[in-house]
């Protein structure tokens, strides 16, 4: 079988990072392991059930990657993340501080809105059409 198990993100810091994704946006912390050259391997997924596809939250190494960090995708929405219940999770990520760049809008493939993460990145939050 084949599928994306894995997206390398670009963080400065892993625990702002790993706090960010699991409080605000309702991720779970799937691996926190510690590596022999002092980084660390770190994947959150989205929902309380594994997904299928993760994010790897890698601390930037150097200047070149520090550069990238929040522009991964040239301003471009990145990452897109599907809801079964768009108003329910609009919510609760606004309550917990998450900065939307639009107000819902209606389109024919779902309800969907651009939020910013943590960093800058750009990310549909997305409930498809039936």
Request: hydrophobic share 40%; net charge neutral; glycine share 10%.
């Amino acid at each position: 079988m084949r599928r994306i198990a894995l997206v390398t993100l670009v963080v400065d810091d892993y625990d702002e990072a790993i706090r960010f994704y699991t409080n605000a946006l309702g991720f779970r912390l799937t691996a926190d392991e510690r590596r022999p050259d002092g980084s660390r391997w770190v994947v959150v997924e989205p929902g309380a059930v594994a997904s299928g596809c993760g994010l790897l939250l890698a601390r930037a190494k150097d200047e070149a990657q520090r550069g990238r960090v929040g522009d991964q995708t040239g301003g471009r929405v990145g990452f897109f993340l599907h809801t079964d219940d768009f108003a329910r999770d609009h919510a609760r990520m606004t309550a917990a501080g998450v900065t939307f760049l639009e107000r819902p809008r209606h389109e024919p493939y779902g309800t969907v809105a651009v939020f910013r993460d943590l960093y800058g990145n750009r990310w549909d939050l997305l409930q498809p059409a039936e």
